[in-house]
């Protein structure tokens, strides 16, 4: 992970930046333009927008705190990449009221489902911002590996409560207010009137392995890696995975 088009020694997003980066690939051969307009929902200091803006595409990154977005401001310009990112204040409810309906090729919503508070309406905000062949990349955390990480911790009653719960919470002290299968991803991209395209599974191994694995023994990191993306994509992992991925398109 050393070049400069991916996100930096993160085993977190690794997967979903190959993916992406093969979304933003296969958008510019379809469209034929080298440039492409990127709306990054949440995107918060910029982990995607400038990783993305290094490729030569121009992000808006619409984030609601005022100190993400100052962070944003002070990285790219760090970066050089002043004149391909900007940071507008908003958030996946009001995003309509902040960005131009239709006016993206690509849009990411990574970590936003989570904490909105009608899921249905952020992501039919966010496919409305797409231009028709434009492509969704929609990142949330998974119930399943919530569910297994509480139990391998021997948090047994939590894990169950994860199992039950509508919302996928273990307890009152969860600080994530919502959880999702692959399946109920799938049907908001799909009710938004996108056609669901892949779908991965993120940090299946990465946050059960202890560290002292990875940092100690030469070649784990890389090993754990390629181990993350040969199961991605494997149905039978989605369902212990710590976040989802999922795809989707807006029909021309």
């Avoid at 088009?5 to 510019?28: G, H, Y």
């Avoid at 121009?58 to 940071?87: I, K």
């Avoid at 939590?158 to 039950?164: K, P, V």
């Amino acid at each position: 992970m050393s070049d400069t088009s991916r996100p930096r020694a993160s085993l977190r997003t690794a997967v979903v930046w190959e993916v992406l980066k093969e979304a933003l690939d296969r958008r510019v051969k379809a469209t034929g333009r080298d440039v492409l307009d990127v709306l990054d929902t949440g995107g918060g200091t910029g982990k995607f927008a400038v990783p993305v803006a290094h490729l030569g595409h121009r992000v808006t990154v619409v984030d609601p705190s005022p100190n993400a977005l100052f962070g944003l401001e002070r990285r790219v310009s760090e970066a050089g990449l002043a004149d391909l990112v900007r940071g507008v204040q908003g958030d996946a409810q009001g995003l309509l009221e902040v960005v131009e309906r239709g006016a993206y090729d690509v849009v990411l919503c990574h970590g936003v489902l989570e904490y909105v508070d009608d899921p249905a309406e952020g992501v039919a905000n966010v496919a409305a911002a797409l231009r028709p062949g434009g492509t969704l990349s929609l990142l949330a955390a998974g119930l399943g590996g919530a569910v297994l990480a509480r139990a391998l911790a021997g948090h047994f009653t939590e894990a169950r409560n994860a199992l039950t719960d509508p919302a996928g919470r273990w307890g009152s002290g969860d600080p994530v207010p919502r959880r999702f299968t692959g399946e109920q991803l799938s049907e908001l991209v799909g009710g938004a009137g996108l056609a669901v395209g892949a779908v991965h599974g993120v940090r299946i191994f990465a946050d059960l392995v202890p560290g002292v694995l990875v940092d100690t023994e030469p070649g784990a990191v890389e090993a754990l890696l390629r181990l993350e993306e040969a199961a991605a994509e494997l149905p039978a992992f989605h369902a212990v995975a710590t976040q989802l991925h999922v795809l989707g398109e807006k029909q021309a």
